[in-house]
């Protein structure tokens, strides 16, 4: 079976510094990896994807994740977060042909002006 | 706008009821996939519907139980609920790949 482990729960920073959120998953074959994004008051978004090719994939709003095949990780970055970042991330893996997806338990991620 | 609309959004049932939550996927997407997501915790696979069948089911009791209709909308019963059972249930749907789900906003159930 699959499973994802999100690390440090909650993250507050200030507006402009970095972010890095990390991603382990344990499955031994190949994987389809996801980050979603739950802004307050609304439904889980996608916010980036990595199925093959290159590693490091960027997403939406700035957002990057790089997949790291020998670590299992596929960590998410941004340079400089916004207060608008705020928001729930939760990072999913699934296998080829199964139609589920594993999700960690979540980050949760305040900005402060 | 989600794309997905799930009904209703919040709902309070008591322990040993049984409960109807609703999914309209989004506009050409054809499979319908629900996850629970429990306070704390990321959405949870309980299964996922395409042709008006069950396709797959994750870890969940058969007191969790699904239908899908020809239109593609869905619904989630579960019967002889427990206070464990609340959580926010969450409908996803997708054209037959999970690497395009779309998400409704869920909706909040509340057993007590």
């Known amino acids: 079976a699959q499973s994802v482990s999100q690390h440090n729960h909650h993250v507050i920073l200030s507006e402009a510094a970095s972010l890095e959120l990390g991603c382990n998953y344990s499955?031994?074959?190949?994987?389809?990896l996801f980050w979603y994004v739950q802004y307050p008051g609304q439904h889980l978004q996608l916010l980036l994807k990595y199925f093959s090719g290159d590693p490091l994939v960027k997403g939406i709003k700035g957002f990057e994740a790089e997949f790291i095949k020998s670590k299992f990780s596929f960590n998410l970055r941004k340079p400089s977060v916004q207060w608008s970042d705020t928001a729930e991330y939760f990072c999913?893996?699934?296998?080829?042909?199964?139609?589920?997806?594993?999700f960690g338990k979540g980050n949760q991620v305040v900005v402060i002006p | 706008d989600a794309g997905v609309t799930q009904s209703p959004t919040h709902l309070i049932k008591t322990r040993g009821q049984q409960v109807t939550l609703r999914c309209s996927p989004k506009s050409g997407h054809d499979t319908v996939s629900w996850y629970q997501q429990a306070l704390g915790q990321g959405p949870q696979f309980i299964f996922q519907?395409?042709?008006?069948?069950?396709?797959q089911r994750g870890n969940f009791p058969d007191r969790f139980s699904g239908h899908q209709f020809p239109n593609y909308s869905s619904e989630l019963n579960v019967n002889a609920l427990l206070l464990g059972d609340s959580a926010l249930y969450l409908c996803?749907?997708?054209?037959?790949?999970?690497?395009?789900?779309?998400f409704g906003n869920g909706t909040r159930l509340t057993v007590t």
């Open positions: 996803a749907s997708s054209q037959d790949e999970v690497q395009s789900l779309h």
């Open positions: 499955y031994g074959g190949t994987v389809n």
């Open positions: 519907y395409y042709e008006e069948e069950e396709r």
């Open positions: 999913a893996v699934n296998g080829p042909g199964n139609n589920r997806l594993a």
